[in-house]
């Protein structure tokens, strides 16, 4: 395992060799980064857990860092505050260090990163195409190798563009889910923060510490660990027709992989939600914005970024009664998505329509900028969570990216929709995000291949592993339809029995108690490490007449052996 000191020294070496200074509005001064690392492996080597030791992280810069300074962009907001955002403090708690704080579109506001007063970044790929934005800066420090992970900001695609645009993982968890205290606010009741990451492992590491921190939203009840409906949404020709054709070929590509994993592709009507997502920018919810930071916008005066401050200073204007016809526009529209997704696991999209050049963006700032929040504007507005990863197809040299959407904490579900098409890595089975849940052994007819293993898929369980029980156990088969094991403790002649762990949310583990027949009961199991997790047992009366197989230790090896 790399050494914290080890970890920030190579990073340092990097950001030298990489040059690329408009990534950093501040890049911590290295000796302070190193004694921050040395810290962290003195914790390691006197025993404390310390799940991201080793990883090195950059904070978009409206995202507060204890000791340096914050700016949003602008350099008339600057202020350095004594404490860290919260989900900062989380990450460094669990032994991550903080090396610099990254560009961004002045005040989140822009999918381009051009909007800044701090250089313009360019794309990983190609210095004549924009990085996107507005968390420019922590993308190309991901997607360059310069640090392991990095925080953004996500209103209105800000964790998703520039992560297709740089052929990385972006993050972007139902609102709610991490904690937003110490982050400048852009638009309040649509902010998140967002992950970056090479990988889904690593941006989900993140995401499994900062969700254990206070979140303003506890988990819904009804949130699944995983894909069960066995369907996918996608666009029709009409509105792939508004892709670039480079883009369009990859978003084909990636709905072909979808439908090797087994998802059935359906084409779905997004009229509904791309009205909506001009809600965001063409309506009176743009005074979410002048509330959050117009009056500062219009102190800066000259040194506001003109764009913004031509999208952000009118919004002042606006009447309650504007407001309110525009929110009543949104319930609709959220009505309209609801529906839309009921059936299926999650709605594949173009995370772009295509990759402009920083000349397309100086020719049309507004026009352009819009023209990339097409399939990303509504996400937060209607409440939804998004995952986004390249691209089938796409490279490092050629980066083209899909997002995945889904309902209000499927965070989990379109992480397993998305490595089960190959899109990208799948979590470890010890990642939740936050998720309640309970474990369940199962050492039967509900394992995988068994034929009441769907009763588990359908509720959205997971897969965390094969385990036995504690040697204590005995097993024997039931006259049941179809065939099944009872397992009871004995106190003496136990065995060890081979069965499969699964996860379930509490409402998941719920839907499938509600299918448990007699004689099957469930008690609390031992496993042969010693924890003691929910499991299945037998009603005593069962056994009198059922074969004992205890010496098979497996109910698989069993069936085969009958067969």
């Given at each position: ?241 508004l892709v670039d054709e480079d883009w369009a070929a990859a978003y084909l590509a990636s709905v072909e992989a979808v439908a090797a994993a087994g998802f059935e592709p359906v084409e779905v009507g997004m009229a509904p939600l791309l009205d909506a997502a001009k809600l965001l920018y063409e309506g009176a919810l743009l005074a979410e914005r002048a509330y959050a930071f117009g009056d500062v916008l219009a102190e800066l005066g000259p040194a506001a970024d003109p764009t913004v401050a031509g999208i952000v200073l009118p919004a ?78 796409s490279t490092s040299r050629s980066p083209a990216g899909v997002i995945l959407v889904g309902r209000a904490h499927d965070d989990l579900v379109l992480a397993d929709v998305a490595a089960r098409a190959g899109l990208t890595d799948a979590l470890p089975p010890d990642q939740f995000w936050g998720a309640p849940c309970r474990e369940l052994v199962v050492l039967g007819a509900h394992r995988t291949g068994q034929p009441l293993n769907h009763q588990l898929t359908d509720a959205g369980a997971r897969f965390l592993g094969t385990v ?96």
């Amino acid at each position: 395992m790399t050494s914290a000191q080890e970890a920030v020294a190579t990073c340092y070496e990097r950001v030298r060799a990489v040059a690329r200074p408009e990534i950093w509005i501040t890049l911590r001064d290295r000796d302070d980064a190193l004694a921050a690392a040395h810290a962290v492996d003195a914790k390691a080597r006197a025993g404390a857990v310390l799940p991201l030791a080793g990883t090195t992280v950059a904070v978009k810069d409206n995202i507060d860092v204890a000791g340096l300074p914050t700016t949003a962009g602008a350099p008339g907001v600057r202020h350095t505050p004594a404490t860290s955002a919260e989900t900062v403090r989380l990450l460094e708690e669990a032994g991550a260090v903080v090396v610099g704080k990254t560009n961004l579109d002045q005040f989140a506001t822009g999918l381009v990163g051009t909007r800044t007063p701090y250089g313009t970044p360019a794309s990983a790929s190609d210095p004549t195409l924009v990085a996107g934005g507005s968390s420019s800066g922590s993308a190309l420090a991901v997607a360059l190798g310069l640090v392991d992970l990095a925080l953004g900001t996500d209103t209105a695609g800000s964790g998703r563009v520039p992560a297709a645009f740089n052929h990385i993982v972006g993050v972007k968890p139902t609102l709610g889910m991490l904690p937003s205290t110490g982050v400048y606010p852009a638009s309040p009741s649509y902010d998140t923060v967002s992950v970056f990451a090479r990988t889904l492992t690593t941006a989900g590491r993140a995401m499994e510490v900062m969700a254990s921190g206070p979140a303003s939203r506890p988990w819904q009840r009804h949130a699944r660990l995983s894909a069960t409906r066995g369907r996918v949404g996608v666009v029709d020709g009409e509105v792939l027709a508004l892709v670039d054709e480079d883009w369009a070929a990859a978003y084909l590509a990636s709905v072909e992989a979808v439908a090797a994993a087994g998802f059935e592709p359906v084409e779905v009507g997004m009229a509904p939600l791309l009205d909506a997502a001009k809600l965001l920018y063409e309506g009176a919810l743009l005074a979410e914005r002048a509330y959050a930071f117009g009056d500062v916008l219009a102190e800066l005066g000259p040194a506001a970024d003109p764009t913004v401050a031509g999208i952000v200073l009118p919004a002042r204007d606006f009447a309650a009664v504007d407001l309110v016809r525009d929110q009543q526009k949104l319930l609709s529209a959220r009505s309209s998505a609801a529906r839309t997704l009921a059936p299926l696991d999650a709605l594949l999209l173009p995370t772009a329509p295509g990759h402009p050049s920083l000349a397309d963006v100086g020719a049309d700032p507004v026009g352009v900028n819009s023209r990339i929040g097409t399939f990303t504007n509504f996400v937060n507005l209607l409440d939804l969570s998004a995952l986004a990863v390249p691209a089938a197809g796409s490279t490092s040299r050629s980066p083209a990216g899909v997002i995945l959407v889904g309902r209000a904490h499927d965070d989990l579900v379109l992480a397993d929709v998305a490595a089960r098409a190959g899109l990208t890595d799948a979590l470890p089975p010890d990642q939740f995000w936050g998720a309640p849940c309970r474990e369940l052994v199962v050492l039967g007819a509900h394992r995988t291949g068994q034929p009441l293993n769907h009763q588990l898929t359908d509720a959205g369980a997971r897969f965390l592993g094969t385990v036995r029980t504690a040697p204590a156990y005995r097993m024997a088969r039931l006259d049941t339809t179809p065939p099944k094991p009872a397992i009871w403790k004995a106190a003496t002649g136990g065995a060890s029995i081979t069965g499969e762990l699964w996860a379930l949310t509490p409402d998941g583990l719920l839907d499938f108690l509600g299918q448990l027949a007699a004689p099957m009961a469930i008690t609390p199991v031992t496993l042969s490490d010693g924890r003691e997790v929910l499991g299945f047992t037998c009603e005593p009366g069962a056994l009198e007449t059922a074969e004992d197989i205890t010496a098979h230790g497996d109910w698989i090896a069993y069936l085969t052996s009958t067969t």
